[in-house]
């Protein structure tokens, strides 16, 4: 059982940038693969090692994930905001240990309450 709390979100302009935060309880967390997604579509995943990153096209070379296991905290770093950008972000847990990330939000079973990021023109 993982349960997750998002923060970091709130009102920028475009180009500006923001990290969020997903801090986990939970034993299973440094097993488990992590997403964030932008209400149901995938936005970016980390494997449970870290070692394999993933992100959807509209935000590659604009956003990081990434991963600290011992603070059992995943991170997304936005920069060149736009206002396509817009929307409340999840964070989500596979369901399956020791796996890769995945864009399919159905392979996701802990998800936070979210953090919205307004950018505005």
């Known amino acids: 059982q993982l349960q997750l709390v998002e923060a970091g979100g709130g009102l920028v302009q475009a180009g500006d940038s923001l990290r969020l935060s997903c801090a986990a309880s939970g034993a299973t967390f440094n097993f488990s693969a992590m997403g964030w997604f932008r209400q149901s579509a995938f936005v970016a995943g980390i494997g449970w090692n870290g070692d394999d990153k993933y992100y959807s096209d509209s935000v590659k070379g604009r956003f990081t994930i990434s991963r600290d296991n011992a603070k059992k905290m995943v991170f997304l770093q936005m920069n060149s905001l736009k206002p396509e950008d817009t929307g409340v972000y999840y964070c989500?847990?596979?369901?399956?240990?020791?796996?890769?990330?995945?864009?399919?939000?159905?392979?996701?079973?802990?998800w936070g309450q979210g953090t919205e990021v307004i950018v505005s023109a």
């Open positions: 989500g847990a596979r369901t399956q240990l020791y796996t890769i990330a995945s864009s399919d939000r159905g392979a996701y079973a802990y």
